[in-house]
């Protein structure tokens, strides 16, 4: 099983990115899957996830009507399409599966003028 994420960087407030998580060894609709992030100093926070039944999407009240989670199953990958950034969406996003037994090595996400 691995999880790779990419698409982190540096924006500017108000920017986007969208970050992409291949996914190998498993298949990305058997599982509840998302992103967590972790900032300088705070422990890691759920951001979204994406039931295995049906697809339905979750969010922290922090992100949510900004960021949007989908999967390419075709690609086997997961994304987090992150609009209207804010300074404190910066931290390190990872991606996960549950039980939360595998993660991503994370990818960067800094928001900043």
């Known amino acids: 099983v691995q999880l790779v994420e990419s698409g982190g960087g540096l924006v500017q407030p108000g920017g986007s990115l969208r970050l992409s998580c291949a996914a190998s060894g498993f298949s990305l609709d058997a599982y509840l899957i998302g992103w967590f992030r972790q900032a300088p100093g705070k422990e890691r926070e759920g951001v979204s996830c994406m039931m295995r039944s049906d697809g339905s999407p979750y969010y922290a009240d922090s992100v949510r009507g900004r960021f949007v989670i989908s999967r390419d199953n075709a690609k086997n990958t997961l994304y987090l399409q992150m609009n209207s950034l804010k300074p404190e969406d910066t931290a390190v996003y990872y991606c996960?599966?549950?039980?939360?037994?595998?993660w991503g090595q994370g990818t960067q996400v800094t928001v900043s003028s």
């Open positions: 996960t599966k549950y039980p939360y037994d595998y």
